[in-house]
Protein backbone atom coordinates (compact mmCIF):
# COMPACT_ATOMS: atom_id res chain seq x y z
CA UNK A 1 0.00 0.00 0.00
CA UNK A 2 2.34 2.47 0.72
CA UNK A 3 4.38 1.72 -2.25
CA UNK A 4 1.69 2.59 -4.44
CA UNK A 5 1.25 5.75 -3.14
CA UNK A 6 4.85 6.59 -2.97
CA UNK A 7 4.72 5.79 -6.45
CA UNK A 8 1.80 7.96 -7.15
CA UNK A 9 3.27 10.80 -5.60
CA UNK A 10 6.31 10.39 -7.78
CA UNK A 11 4.58 9.87 -11.01
CA UNK A 12 2.30 13.43 -9.91
CA UNK A 13 5.52 15.43 -9.23
CA UNK A 14 7.37 13.55 -12.40
CA UNK A 15 4.49 14.92 -14.90
CA UNK A 16 4.44 18.41 -13.19
CA UNK A 17 8.59 18.61 -13.52
CA UNK A 18 8.35 17.52 -17.14
CA UNK A 19 5.69 20.74 -17.98
CA UNK A 20 3.07 18.22 -19.36
CA UNK A 21 -0.18 18.84 -18.99
CA UNK A 22 -2.57 15.73 -18.85
CA UNK A 23 -5.81 16.01 -20.92
CA UNK A 24 -8.48 14.19 -21.79
CA UNK A 25 -8.71 13.32 -25.38
CA UNK A 26 -11.16 15.42 -27.63
CA UNK A 27 -14.49 13.89 -28.21
CA UNK A 28 -15.24 12.39 -31.40
CA UNK A 29 -16.53 14.18 -34.54
CA UNK A 30 -20.49 13.73 -34.35
CA UNK A 31 -21.44 10.90 -36.77
CA UNK A 32 -23.65 11.77 -38.95
CA UNK A 33 -26.33 8.76 -38.77
CA UNK A 34 -29.28 7.72 -40.66
CA UNK A 35 -32.89 5.80 -39.14
CA UNK A 36 -35.45 3.27 -40.98
CA UNK A 37 -38.37 2.60 -39.06
CA UNK A 38 -40.65 -0.52 -39.23
CA UNK A 39 -42.68 -1.16 -42.48
CA UNK A 40 -46.02 -1.77 -42.03
CA UNK A 41 -48.94 -2.15 -43.80
CA UNK A 42 -52.26 -0.40 -43.25
CA UNK A 43 -54.95 -1.10 -45.56
CA UNK A 44 -54.12 -1.16 -48.78
CA UNK A 45 -50.98 0.51 -48.48
CA UNK A 46 -47.24 -0.39 -47.44
CA UNK A 47 -46.17 2.29 -45.10
CA UNK A 48 -42.29 3.57 -43.63
CA UNK A 49 -40.22 6.34 -42.17
CA UNK A 50 -36.83 7.26 -41.86
CA UNK A 51 -34.84 10.36 -40.78
CA UNK A 52 -31.45 11.88 -40.12
CA UNK A 53 -30.02 12.53 -37.17
CA UNK A 54 -29.54 16.54 -35.96
CA UNK A 55 -25.58 16.11 -36.39
CA UNK A 56 -25.76 16.01 -39.94
CA UNK A 57 -25.25 19.14 -42.09
CA UNK A 58 -27.64 20.71 -43.65
CA UNK A 59 -24.66 20.41 -46.98
CA UNK A 60 -24.74 16.52 -46.55
CA UNK A 61 -26.39 15.97 -49.28
CA UNK A 62 -29.86 14.72 -49.99
CA UNK A 63 -31.65 11.59 -47.78
CA UNK A 64 -33.52 9.70 -49.66
CA UNK A 65 -36.44 7.25 -48.24
CA UNK A 66 -37.91 4.96 -50.58
CA UNK A 67 -40.02 1.85 -50.84
CA UNK A 68 -39.33 -1.10 -52.18
CA UNK A 69 -40.55 -3.85 -53.29
CA UNK A 70 -39.10 -6.83 -54.23
CA UNK A 71 -39.78 -8.06 -57.62
CA UNK A 72 -37.57 -10.83 -59.82
CA UNK A 73 -34.03 -11.39 -58.65
CA UNK A 74 -33.89 -7.42 -57.40
CA UNK A 75 -35.40 -4.68 -55.05
CA UNK A 76 -37.31 -1.90 -56.90
CA UNK A 77 -38.28 1.41 -55.76
CA UNK A 78 -41.76 2.23 -55.91
CA UNK A 79 -42.28 5.63 -54.01
CA UNK A 80 -39.31 7.63 -52.53
CA UNK A 81 -39.28 11.31 -50.44
CA UNK A 82 -36.10 13.04 -50.59
CA UNK A 83 -35.43 15.18 -47.60
CA UNK A 84 -32.56 17.36 -46.45
CA UNK A 85 -30.51 18.69 -43.31
CA UNK A 86 -30.04 17.70 -39.90
CA UNK A 87 -32.94 16.31 -38.24
CA UNK A 88 -34.99 15.90 -41.36
CA UNK A 89 -37.52 13.16 -41.32
CA UNK A 90 -40.55 11.42 -43.97
CA UNK A 91 -42.87 9.43 -43.99
CA UNK A 92 -43.55 7.08 -47.31
CA UNK A 93 -46.34 5.25 -48.83
CA UNK A 94 -47.42 3.52 -51.63
CA UNK A 95 -50.93 2.21 -52.95
CA UNK A 96 -50.49 -1.06 -53.27
CA UNK A 97 -53.72 -2.40 -54.24
CA UNK A 98 -53.29 -4.76 -57.60
CA UNK A 99 -49.96 -5.79 -56.40
CA UNK A 100 -51.16 -9.08 -55.59
CA UNK A 101 -49.02 -10.41 -52.88
CA UNK A 102 -45.40 -8.87 -52.46
CA UNK A 103 -42.25 -8.51 -50.01
CA UNK A 104 -41.87 -4.53 -49.38
CA UNK A 105 -38.92 -3.20 -47.36
CA UNK A 106 -38.39 0.60 -46.44
CA UNK A 107 -34.61 1.64 -47.09
CA UNK A 108 -32.80 4.92 -45.94
CA UNK A 109 -29.98 6.39 -48.10
CA UNK A 110 -27.51 9.52 -47.04
CA UNK A 111 -23.87 10.47 -47.10
CA UNK A 112 -21.74 10.88 -43.95
CA UNK A 113 -19.80 14.20 -43.07
CA UNK A 114 -17.21 13.06 -45.57
CA UNK A 115 -19.57 12.21 -48.34
CA UNK A 116 -19.19 8.26 -47.67
CA UNK A 117 -22.62 7.17 -49.04
CA UNK A 118 -24.82 4.74 -46.32
CA UNK A 119 -28.02 2.87 -45.91
CA UNK A 120 -30.15 1.54 -44.16
CA UNK A 121 -32.93 -1.19 -44.62
CA UNK A 122 -35.99 -2.01 -42.49
CA UNK A 123 -37.74 -5.45 -41.80
CA UNK A 124 -39.19 -7.25 -45.01
CA UNK A 125 -43.04 -7.68 -45.30
CA UNK A 126 -44.78 -9.65 -47.50
CA UNK A 127 -48.75 -9.94 -47.92
CA UNK A 128 -51.33 -9.68 -49.83
CA UNK A 129 -52.85 -5.84 -50.77
CA UNK A 130 -55.51 -7.16 -53.22
Known amino acids: ?60 GPVRVTIQRFWGLDWTAVSQKVIYGG ?6 SFNCEGYGTQTWRTSVNWQTMD ?6 LSNEIRFYCG
Open 87 to 92: GAQADV
Open 1 to 60: MYTRRLMAVFLVVGVALAGNVVSAAPAAAAICEGHVGVTYQDGHFVRGHGSIDNSCSPTA
Open 115 to 120: GSPRRK
